[in-house]
């Protein structure tokens, strides 16, 4: 089982962030450039 944080590390560097709600992982985003 991959950790969350290789996940958000590997989501990360291809553009998406992780979506947490009440401290659980709901899902991943991708990240909007302002």
């Keep these: ?3 969350v944080e ?3 590390r ?3 560097e291809a553009g ?3 979506v ?3 401290g659980k992982f ?3 985003e991708k990240k ?3």
């Design 1 to 3: 089982m991959i950790s």
């Design 6 to 8: 290789t996940l958000e």
């Design 10 to 12: 590997l989501y990360g």
């Design 16 to 18: 998406l962030v992780a």
């Design 20 to 22: 947490c709600r009440d």
């Design 26 to 28: 709901v899902r991943f």
């Design 32 to 34: 909007l450039d302002k």
